[in-house]
């Protein structure tokens, strides 16, 4: 099993121009795309977070258990779901406000225990900001690589909810010995300020940076030079839940070709990675030629 641990949210996404363009609420938050674009891959996967009792937090559960999501860990709270309201670019990229005070992902609890088959756990975006849940996330991902589970990390920076960044990029440095799997976008990267031989060097197995139109490349620890892949042409729709699709199809590929481990993923050849990148690709590229985060199903990636 595969666990996604981090928070959900509502988007809302406008429908036109303007200011006060309809807004339309879609599920979404980075580890829940996650955990339902695993699920529809048809990885076993499970969700780990606090989710709302209201009308959003039952949309929200009932998403990840028509995706097949385990949902035994989402943890529930009275308090409102947090609402990001999405700007779309002229290509489709999307940037987002926050009303996230007082929300009920923010008050998650650090679990006793995952479940026992649990291969790897997936973290990221608001849910490594947000105290208090924040270290609570934070105390899962060391607990469970101190237990040897794989891990991947997806900052996935969301500038607006940082109030300190130099203290932020400290906390993301430490973070880095504990992460078997690192996926950065390139805006990320430089917004970090590091570089993939630096953050190899403190720790990860593996670093995959995307680069949006320009595809995307993996670095393993002293693997020279990388592989990369092209991106997939598509019209684009708008670019919500890509970059967490291809986080799913990462550990769903890994996990196919035996390669859920940070010893495993490290020693992978260079034409497993190049398949496992290209599938994320054209995964990717589906979520894309979609409006909201919607990721796709296998069947849509058979060739």
């Given at each position: 099993?595969?666990?996604?641990a981090g928070e959900s ?56 258990r028509a995706a097949g ?115 950065v976008s390139q805006e ?116």
């Open positions: 099993m595969i666990v996604v949210l509502i988007d809302l996404v406008p429908q036109g121009t303007g200011a006060l363009a309809p807004l339309s609420p879609r599920p979404g938050g980075g580890p829940y795309n996650t955990a339902v674009a695993l699920g529809r891959l048809g990885s076993g996967v499970a969700f780990c977070s606090r989710v709302s009792t209201d009308g959003f937090g039952e949309a929200l559960v009932g998403g990840l999501v385990d949902t035994s860990l989402v943890q529930r709270g009275p308090e409102p779901t947090t609402l990001a309201v999405a700007t779309l670019g002229a290509d489709g990229s999307a940037g987002y406000g926050f009303y996230a005070q007082g929300s009920a992902d923010r008050l998650f609890a650090l679990p006793a225990a995952l479940p026992p088959d649990a291969r790897a756990v997936a973290f990221g975006t608001c849910s490594l900001v947000l105290e208090p849940g924040a270290s609570a996330y934070e105390a899962l991902l060391r607990r469970e690589a101190q237990r040897g589970t794989f891990t991947l990390l997806d900052p996935n920076i969301r500038p607006g909810l940082i109030p300190d960044a130099d203290a932020y990029r400290a906390r993301f440095h430490s973070w880095l010995p504990h992460v078997s799997l690192l996926k990320d990267a430089r917004w970090l300020g590091g570089s993939v031989e630096e953050w190899l060097a403190a720790g990860p197995a593996a670093v995959v940076l995307t680069r949006g139109a320009a595809g995307m490349t993996v670095r393993t620890r002293g693997g020279g030079a990388g592989v990369s892949v092209p991106a997939e042409a598509v019209d684009v729709a708008d670019t919500i839940g890509a970059g967490d699709t291809v986080n799913a199809a990462l550990l769903h590929r890994l996990r196919a070709h035996g390669a859920l481990s940070a010893r495993a993923s490290a020693a992978l050849p260079a034409d497993a990675w190049a398949d496992i990148l290209a599938f994320a690709a054209r995964a990717a590229a589906i979520t894309c030629s979609r409006p909201g985060a919607d990721p796709p199903c296998a069947a849509e990636l058979e060739p």
